[in-house]
Antibody, heavy 122, light 106 residues
Framework: QVQLVESGGGVVQPRRSLRLSCAAS????????MHWVRQAPGKGLEWVTV????????SYADSVKGRFTVSRDNSRNTVYLQMDSLRPEDTAVYFC???????????????WGRGTLVSVSS | DVQMTQSPSSLSASVGDRVTITCRTR??????LSWYQQKPGNAPKLLIY???TLQSGVSSRFSGSGSGTDFTLTISSLQPEDFAVYYC?????????FGPGTRVDI
């Protein structure tokens, strides 16, 4: 079954850390770039980060640069998002998403997980 | 960063109506534009990429057009399952921003 399943969300205090995971199945995970996209409650979509198929190329949105770190383990078919120095404005549902193209990314997303909610509050 | 707008922000329509949603960017992005549909509580779904290419498995009542700075998503005959929020997204340069969304209601 082709799917992405996120986990690791929860309630966390400001300035603390949280690590999200996204487990992939049903496709050749090691051939695709992977993205994280977030959605604040009742708001629109915000692209967060992308990691290339081999982990050698990474890009971040300015809003999370220096605080979030994306990584992947192709042996476990899993991508991670380490979130440090969390702020209330990071409160959102975090989706992982698969790039539509193999190897060379095209920066659009043809498979999404159901998302995991991160709530940053004291 | 590529700034994006969508119009209208919301619209009311009936089953069978032809619906058009517009997405504009402040700089040219060629045809690096995608459209997504999101229903409440669900993840977005890719409908169109490269401005006009229909994603596999998506109904042919959805179509996209445009290039440069002006793009359109058209639903030829609105069906009950099409009531949702629609987002455009640019894949021209990072950050790969989304438009603010258009809600299509009954």
């Amino acid at each position: 079954q082709v799917q992405l399943v996120e986990s690791g969300g929860g309630v966390v205090q400001p300035r603390r850390s949280l690590r999200l995971s996204c487990a992939a199945s049903g496709f050749t995970f090691s051939s695709f770039s992977m993205h994280w996209v977030r959605q604040a409650p009742g708001k629109g979509l915000e692209w967060v980060t992308v990691i290339s198929y081999d982990g050698n190329s990474i890009s971040y949105a300015d809003s999370v640069k220096g605080r979030f770190t994306v990584s992947r383990d192709n042996s476990r078919n899993t991508v991670y998002l380490q979130m440090d120095s969390l702020r209330p404005e990071d409160t959102a549902v975090y989706f992982c998403a698969k790039d539509r193209s193999t190897l060379s990314p095209v920066w659009n997303f043809d498979l999404w997980g159901r998302g995991t909610l991160v709530s940053v509050s004291s | 960063d590529v700034q994006m707008t969508q119009s209208p922000s919301s619209l009311s329509a009936s089953v069978g109506d032809r619906v058009t949603i517009t997405c504009r960017t402040r700089q040219s992005i060629s045809t690096y534009l995608s459209w997504y549909q999101q229903k409440p509580g669900n993840a977005p779904k890719l409908l169109i990429y490269r401005a006009s290419t229909l994603q596999s498995g998506v109904s042919s009542r959805f179509s996209g057009s445009g290039s440069g700075t002006d793009f359109t998503l058209t639903i030829s005959s609105l069906q009950p399952e099409d009531f949702a929020v629609y987002y455009c997204q640019q894949s021209f340069s990072p950050p790969f921003s989304f438009g603010p969304g258009t809600r299509v209601d009954i």
